[in-house]
């Protein structure tokens, strides 16, 4: 049987009780039912798995020995950082969600033209909390020990001026160019649209600070399959799925 992870926010280290927030703690005692005397793993980001045992338990909370860690070496060597044009519901959860497991270490939504969600205020801050919990849960169930970083959301404009050394790349399928047709490299920086994509006004300011049109293949992709399918491309031909 394998063993539930759980991410917490609290520096681990060995031999330390932890006592874990009330919601991690309900799952644990009315999901997953376990008592006391059972095991699990909890990571804090670190890039360690620290393997513990159920001290109490109750739905309100969980206290758990630290018995022993060890490092978790399933990081990519290739850097990946997603500009991600802000989608509707599920769909960016899906990205958000598929990117972490596909070894994403950087999102950043994005405020485009064609954004069908605006948000504000308190609306931003709870969205804000739940991309942070949908992207925690992918690390719990794919292994992963380092937290992927979700930037505030920001507009095209100030993104795309960031500097920095990674290869930028920008989909559309009208381009020229394949991800085969490029050099190697060790970091690299992807933008996709949201739905309905990118304005040619939008697509022109990223070629201007330095990003390159590539494409995918001859069909059009829907925001949250354009995403998914460059992260694996992007780790199949430079990354750790090569």
Same mark, same amino acid.
């Given at each position: 049987m394998r063993t539930s992870r759980f991410y917490t926010q609290q520096t681990l280290t060995h031999?330390?009780?932890v006592a874990l927030d009330r919601e991690t703690s309900h799952y644990i005692t009315r999901v997953l039912r376990l008592r006391d005397g059972d095991t699990l793993v909890l990571f804090d980001g670190s890039g360690r798995d620290y393997h513990a045992i159920v001290e109490s338990a109750d739905k309100k909370q969980v206290l758990a020995r630290i018995r022993n860690s060890e490092p978790v070496c399933n990081e990519s060597a290739l850097y990946i950082e997603l500009g991600q044009g802000v989608s509707r519901g599920e769909r960016m959860d899906f990205v958000l969600q598929k990117s972490v497991e596909l070894g994403v270490n950087t999102v950043t939504?994005?405020?485009?033209?064609?954004?069908?969600?605006r948000l504000q205020d308190q609306r931003l801050e709870k969205r804000l909390a739940h991309w942070q919990g949908?992207?925690?849960?992918?690390?719990e169930q794919s292994g992963r020990s380092v937290l992927p970083a979700l930037q505030e959301p920001g507009s095209?404009?100030?993104?795309c001026a960031t500097e920095n050394n990674a290869?930028?790349?920008?989909?559309?399928? !009208?381009?020229?160019?394949?991800?085969r047709d490029l050099q190697a490299v060790n970091r690299v920086r992807i933008?996709? !649209?949201?739905? !309905?994509?990118?304005?040619?006004?939008?697509?022109?300011?990223?070629?201007?600070?330095?990003?390159?049109?590539?494409?995918?293949g001859?069909?059009?992709?829907?925001?949250?399959?354009?995403?998914?399918?460059?992260?694996?491309?992007?780790?199949?031909?430079? !990354?750790?799925l090569a």
């Open positions: 031999g330390a009780t939504p994005l405020w485009t033209s064609r954004s069908q969600v949908v992207m925690r849960a992918a690390c095209l404009t100030d993104w290869l930028q790349l920008v989909l559309d399928p !009208g381009a020229e160019t394949s991800l933008l996709v !649209g949201p739905e !309905g994509g990118l304005e040619e006004q939008e697509m022109m300011l990223a070629v201007s600070a330095g990003f390159q049109r590539v494409r995918l001859p069909r059009v992709l829907r925001t949250e399959t354009a995403a998914l399918a460059t992260l694996s491309a992007v780790q199949a031909l430079w !990354g750790d």
